[in-house]
C-alpha cells in the first residue's frame, strides 16, 4: 500500500498548471494505474505536446478510465485538470462506479512553473500566458472541489510528496 490513508481502489486527481510536479509525483504510483493525457496525446499523434491531439487523447483517456473502474483499479490521472468541466467529468465516472475520489492540488509557485518551462525542450514548452492561467485556475479551484463531489482533498508539498500532509490529517 503506497499512501495508507488514501482509499485503496479510488480515482485520484492530479491538479496544477504545466510545470507544477504531476508527472514528477505520478511516478510514485505503478506505471499502470497512471493515465497521462501527455502520453496518450503522443499514442495517437506522435507529438505529446501537440495540443491539437487534445481531443481525441481525453477521449481514450476517459474509455480506458472506464474500463479501469469496471475493474475497481486505482487510477491517476495526470493532466493539468484545472477546469471544473474536465474535473466533474472524471467525478461523474467515478461516482456512477461507486469509486472514491481524491484530488491532489499541486500548488508549486507560479514562479517556479514558470521557470522550468524554460528548461524543457520547445516541443515541450507551454506559452507562459497559458501557464499563468492554468495556475489562476487551480487556485480558483482549491475551494471548489468538495462541492464538485471530491470525498477528500490533498496537497502535495514543494517535494511532491504527499506523506507529510496526509500525516498531518490522521493526526
Ligand atoms: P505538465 O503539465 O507540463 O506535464 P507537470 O506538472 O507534469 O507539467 P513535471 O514534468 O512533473 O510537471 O515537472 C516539471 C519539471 O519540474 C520537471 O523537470 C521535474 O523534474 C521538475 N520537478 C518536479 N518536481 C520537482 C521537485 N520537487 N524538485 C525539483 N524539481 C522538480
Ligand atoms: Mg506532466
Redesign the pocket.
Known sequence: VLYPDLPEHGLIV?I???????????RTWPSSQVLSL?ALRGTVSDEPGNQEATGDAADILKLILERRMARKLNTVI???NVEETVRMELVTAAKRHGMPTVAVI?A?PLTV?LQ?QS??PDS?R?PEDIVRSQHRAMVHSHQRLTAEGFNTVIFAD???RLEPYLNRLSQ
Open positions: 492530479l496544477g498548471a504545466s510545470g507544477a510536479g504531476k508527472s514528477t509525483l505520478a501527455d495526470d493532466a493539468t499541486v508549486t512553473c522550468r528548461l524543457r515541450r507551454v514543494a517535494l511532491n
